[in-house]
């Protein structure tokens, strides 16, 4: 099989000749609740189907959208948006997973912000919470490295930039993102050992790739929308349409919050 980071060069070269911008700054990757942010953040110079990229495929879930998208920045940054993630339950491996973020990096880019509609924890949360990610559980027993690829992972989701997000809202709770395989949600019980292994936030992404960008030198900064309280934490059960109506919901509030810490970094 093609090395990975050759095809992440093939991809970035594919949307320099397609969008005209030789180099990115910023990329960004918009979870359920996020993808406005997009329109908000400066002005679209290209958006390109992920399907003419090469390494990325069509998205299997509603509500995912597939393109990306070249951004020009007020402050004359170029920013990349990444509509099509590729979900680690997909199946198709953690190369696909992580081929984004290396495409992002192929691009030039320095500051990858990785973001993501999630289940919270801490009871106090309430469904339409943004809040910053501090640090990861990876409970997929699985990584995007290969081989004796030592990477250290202290400081994952840059303080700095956490710091930098609270300057815009200075009300920005934090926790701990634990990814779970999916694409079942959790048990109550494994809510509460997540809990009690220092888990804040239950997810099926974010944490394969900020491991991916960390290999690609990048600086991460990691949001999750609480689009619903975790299984148990919550006494309803839990649905996808339960959670893609809370991203809607939020929307418009927590894209203007991204715009605004875009255009501080
Ligand atoms: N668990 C896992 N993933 C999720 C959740 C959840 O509660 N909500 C949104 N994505």
Do not use: C
Not at 61 to 87: D, F, M
Not at 177 to 183: A, C, D, H, L
């Amino acid at each position: 099989m093609a090395d990975p980071f050759e095809i992440a060069s093939l991809a970035a070269a594919k949307i320099a000749e397609l969008s005209g911008v030789k180099s990115h700054d910023i990329a960004l990757t918009l979870g359920s609740g996020w993808a406005k942010a997009a329109d908000l953040i400066g002005e679209t110079v290209a958006s390109i189907p992920a399907t003419e990229i090469p390494g990325f495929s069509a998205p299997s879930v509603v509500g995912h959208v597939a393109t990306i998208r070249s951004i020009l920045l007020p402050n004359g940054k170029h920013a990349l948006v990444l509509g099509a993630r590729t979900h680690y339950y997909e199946g198709h491996g953690v190369r696909r997973v992580a081929h984004g973020v290396r495409t992002a990096a192929a691009t030039g880019v320095k500051t990858m912000i990785l973001t993501n509609g999630a289940g919270g924890i801490k009871d106090h949360w309430k469904p339409g919470t943004p809040v910053l990610i501090s640090d990861h559980i990876n409970l997929t027993a699985n990584s995007p490295l290969e081989g004796a690829t030592f990477v250290d992972l202290t400081d994952l989701y840059s303080s700095r930039l956490r710091d930098l997000a609270r300057t815009v809202d200075e009300t920005l709770d934090d926790g701990v993102y634990v990814q779970f395989r999916g694409p079942h949600y959790e048990t109550p019980a494994e809510v509460q050992m997540a809990k009690i292994m220092g888990g804040h936030i239950v997810g099926m992404s974010t944490a394969l790739e900020a491991i991916a960008a960390r290999q690609s030198g990048m600086e991460i900064l990691g949001l999750s929308l609480i689009t619903n309280l975790a299984a148990g934490i919550q006494k309803t059960p839990l649905s996808h349409a339960e959670v893609l109506e809370a991203g809607r919901e939020a929307e418009p509030r927590i894209s203007d919050l991204l715009a605004r810490i875009i255009a501080k970094l």
